[in-house]
C-alpha cells in the first residue's frame, strides 16, 4: 500500500479544490426543501461546479450517472438522482459531491433536514458529524491511521447506532480514491502511521438500526437491511505535524 504524501504545490491545489467543494456544499444545502426532486439537486450541483471550472469527478466514476449522489432516509450512499423522487418534509437527505481542480480531488458529503424533522433523526445527523470531529482528533502525524477508526467507533456506539462496515473513507489526491482505505469502527491493528502530507478523506456511515447494508437493483444505492434511517458526513483533510486542515470547510 503506498500513500502519497503531497507538495507543497500539490497542497496548495487541494486546498483550493476543498475551498470550491465548501462553496459547492453551503450552496446546495440552501437548495434543500420540500417539493425538490433529486434530479433537481443534482442538476444545480452540477452547474455550481462547472462554474467553478471544476469537473465533478463522480459523474461516470466507474459508470456512476450523476454529479452528486443524493440519498435519502434509509438510503446510506450512493443515491442516484431522479427527476421522480421529491423531497417531502421531514425526510432526511445526503449530498455527497466531489470535484476535480486542475488535476486535484476533493470529496464531501452533508446530511441535511428537509423542512422540519423528527428529534430522532436531527440527533443521528448530529451525532453523525460529530464522530467525524472525533475522529479527526487523531488525524495527527505520528499517530495511526486506526486511531481514527477506533474514535469514531467509541463515540458513536454508546448511542446505540451502527456504523456502515461495507463502506469506508479513503486517501484522495489525483485520484478520488486512493490508499489507504479507512473503516469508521475499531481495528484490532494500528494501521499505518500517519505523516504530514496525507490527504484524507473520512466519512462516517451511521444507522439508527442495524449496521447491515444492501445493494438496490440499479447496483448503486446503498439501503440500510432494516429499513432504519442511515446519514453521513465526509470531509477531504490533509494531515499535519498539529491539527488537521479540513480542506472542505470554511
Ligand atoms: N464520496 C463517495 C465515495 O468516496 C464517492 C462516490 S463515487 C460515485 O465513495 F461514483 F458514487 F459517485
Ligand atoms: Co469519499
Redesign the pocket.
Known amino acids: 500500500m503506498a500513500v502519497s504524501i503531497k507538495s507543497a504545490r500539490e497542497i496548495e491545489l487541494m486546498r483550493e479544490a476543498g475551498r470550491l467543494l465548501a462553496e459547492v456544499h453551503e450552496e446546495l444545502g440552501k437548495a434543500i426543501k420540500p417539493g425538490i426532486s433529486t434530479m433537481d439537486i443534482d442538476v444545480i450541483g452540477e452547474k455550481l461546479i462547472r462554474e467553478r471550472d471544476c469537473v465533478p469527478n ?1 459523474l461516470h ?2 459508470g ?1 450517472p ?1 454529479s452528486i ?1 443524493v440519498s435519502v432516509n434509509d438510503e446510506v ?2 443515491g442516484i438522482p431522479s427527476k421522480k423522487r421529491i423531497l417531502k418534509e421531514g425526510d432526511i437527505v445526503s449530498l ?1 459531491a ?1 470535484l476535480i481542480y486542475k488535476g486535484y480531488h476533493s ?1 464531501a ?1 452533508r446530511t441535511h433536514g428537509v423542512g422540519q424533522i423528527s428529534p430522532q433523526a436531527q440527533k443521528l445527523i448530529d451525532v453523525t458529524k460529530q464522530s467525524f470531529f472525533e475522529g479527526i482528533k487523531y488525524a495527527v502525524a505520528g499517530k495511526h491511521l486506526y486511531d481514527i477508526s477506533n474514535a469514531i467507533d467509541a463515540y458513536v456506539t454508546p448511542f446505540g447506532y451502527s456504523i456502515v462496515r461495507d ?1 469506508v ?2 486517501g484522495i489526491g489525483t485520484k ?2 486512493e490508499d489507504p482505505q479507512i473503516p469508521n469502527f475499531a481495528q484490532r491493528r494500528k494501521g499505518i502511521q500517519l505523516q504530514a502530507g496525507m490527504t484524507l ?1 473520512i ?1 462516517p456511515m451511521i444507522n439508527i438500526g442495524r449496521s447491515d447494508v444492501e445493494w438496490l437493483a440499479d447496483d ?1 444505492t446503498v439501503v440500510t437491511e432494516d429499513g432504519t434511517l442511515s446519514a453521513h458526513y ?1 470531509n477531504t483533510i490533509l494531515i499535519t505535524d498539529g491539527e488537521p486542515e479540513i480542506l472542505t470547510m470554511f
Request: proline share 0%.
Open positions: 463522480f466514476y466507474n456512476y450523476a449522489c450512499v450512493h455527497d466531489g470529496d458529503a463502506l473513507g479513503h478520488l480514491h478523506a466519512e448503486w465526509e
